[in-house]
């Protein structure tokens, strides 16, 4: 993943995006929620690409992924049978690293994608270390038995905040387990994007 060092919720605002989002809690961040310039809506009305070029940015930043990456799940997309901007959104769902920050077994998905590739979490049974493996439905993800020891999964334990699943996932959370029951659908796609502008972007 490309590192981009700006601050989080500074981030979200410019991509038009609710940090919960990203597992981050606004009021949180000390500075980062405090507008400085009380102008700012007030910018002209982008252009096409402009709006095309954020809907792209937006998807690369929730997901942590690279310019390479999206390109790879937009071209399998309009490959496939189906709507490809729909495509895309859920077959980036089902990346591991997306599945154990939505199961509430990482805090982020960031922390999420690091744990994956410390290999953390297992999936039927094996230890996968790769973030964008895809899952697919009746996999099931666990924390491995030795991690449950881990002071991150403790905490999460006790504090016993987990987010709320969506319906294509089943979590066992007093074993820290999950199950993928179904393909996600695009209303389970928590956030708001417009898809059909990065499809028109890269059609060009």
Known sequence: MAKNMEPIVKR???LGIS???MGYNANSSKGNSTKRNPNAQKRVKKTEYALQLNEKQKIKFIYGLMEKQLRMYYERAFASSGIT???????IERRLDNVVFRLGFAT???SARQMVTHGHYTVNG???DIASYLVKPGDEIAVCGK???NEYFKKLREDNAFSTTPKWLERDTEN????VVAMPARDDIDYDVAEHLIVELYSK
């Open 12 to 14: 979200c605002r410019a």
């Open 19 to 21: 940090p919960a989002v």
């Open 85 to 91: 901007g729909e495509v895309m959104l859920t077959t």
């Open 108 to 110: 982020t998905r960031r």
């Open 126 to 128: 094996k230890r996968v």
């Open 147 to 149: 991690s449950m020891q």
């Open 176 to 179: 820290m387990k999950g199950k």
